[in-house]
């Protein structure tokens, strides 16, 4: 998973792919600690990227995205978001979601 530092850097690496997914995390946050390797495992079966960001450390991106707890997992597609999951992440449901953004991006939206 790939760290986003800066508020800039996430609109930079939001522009430059057409499906993501953001790991939001914050500091002493034991369930942001106990999902993130979950979340991370995916990775590796998906073909968009996954990015990982502090809110305590970037707390203009928590801001922009209207992030009021943690951990949070979004899913993104041609830069809007598609779907949040907040604090509690069914895993079932989560893998579900990235197998519907996997068909998103295999249809042709025009």
Request: hydrophobic share 40%; aromatic share 10%; net charge negative.
């Amino acid at each position: 998973m790939q760290d986003i530092t800066s508020f800039e850097q996430w609109q930079e690496r939001l522009t430059q792919t057409d499906q993501c997914v953001l790991f939001v995390k914050t500091d002493h946050c034991s369930v942001c600690d106990g999902l993130y390797p979950q979340v991370a495992a995916l990775e590796s079966e998906y073909p968009f990227p996954f990015y990982r960001v502090n809110a305590s450390a970037v707390p203009e991106l928590a801001g922009q995205l209207s992030l009021f707890t943690a951990p949070v997992v979004l899913l993104f597609h041609e830069q809007k978001e598609l779907t949040r999951f907040a604090r509690i992440v069914p895993m079932n449901d989560l893998k579900k979601r990235l197998e519907e953004l996997v068909q998103w991006g295999n249809v042709d939206h025009e």
